[in-house]
């Protein structure tokens, strides 16, 4: 806010208003002054904290009855770690869709993975497929935020994609971050049919 000065031509000394008469006559100019000056205090005195939401809201995706059932049980509280790792990733949700790309400038699919897992010291190879052999296979209904969850997009047995479980929802939908070609870093669903049908398998690398 940029601040306005006051000279005695702005408010000449006819316009002099007598406030309180024990107290004496005030100008026009200090009177303004005085004025602008309780409200700022007012304002400041008066405002609240913002209250900033940590978790990230993702929309639930109701599979249809053609589809696998690829639904997780874990209910527990994540660790530290993985809340760390969830945070990382988050914080590159809407950056673009680039081959190769493992900066906020743009991502493949696993490039957004290597880049989550290094911030929090954790090394994996760079490509997807190479990805998919470190840590251990496990069922999906063992599913839990921070694991790796492996598709086949161009249909197949072969990994071409990687996206890390970023929360199960309450009636088991497990829920993914990745890097689409399409939106670039977004959440999705094993409830959709696309993403359903490409499943291969899960892994745990924490």
């Known amino acids: 806010m940029g ?10 000394q006819r316009n002099k208003i007598s ?8 100008t026009m100019k200090n009177y303004f002054i005085m004025a602008i000056s309780a409200m700022i205090l007012v304002s ?3 405002s609240r904290n913002v209250v900033v939401k940590r978790e990230m809201p993702t929309k639930t995706v109701k599979r249809v009855d053609n589809l696998k059932v690829l639904e997780s049980n874990y209910s527990g509280k994540n660790s530290a770690l993985v809340t760390e790792l969830i945070k990382d990733a988050q914080k590159y949700l ?71 479980v970023h929360d ?20 999705s669903s094993l409830n959709e049919k696309y993403w359903n049908n490409a499943y291969l398998f899960a892994r745990r690398i924490l």
């Open 19 to 26: 406030i309180f008469g024990k107290i004496g006559f005030l």
């Open 94 to 164: 809407g950056a673009p869709y680039k081959y190769a790309g493992n900066t906020s400038a743009g991502f493949d699919c696993s490039g957004l993975v290597t880049k989550v897992f290094d911030e929090n010291k954790f090394q994996l190879p760079r490509r997807s497929e190479d990805q998919s052999k470190k840590g251990v296979e496990i069922k999906i209904k063992e599913a839990k935020p921070g694991d790796l969850v492996f598709f086949a997009t161009a249909g197949g047995s072969r990994v071409s994609h990687v996206g890390i």
């Open 44 to 46: 400041c005195g008066t």
């Open 168 to 187: 199960i929802g309450r009636d088991g939908e497990v829920k993914f971050i990745h890097s689409s070609t399409s939106k670039g870093v977004i959440i």
């Open 3 to 12: 601040v306005i000065e006051f000279t005695d031509e702005t408010f000449p």
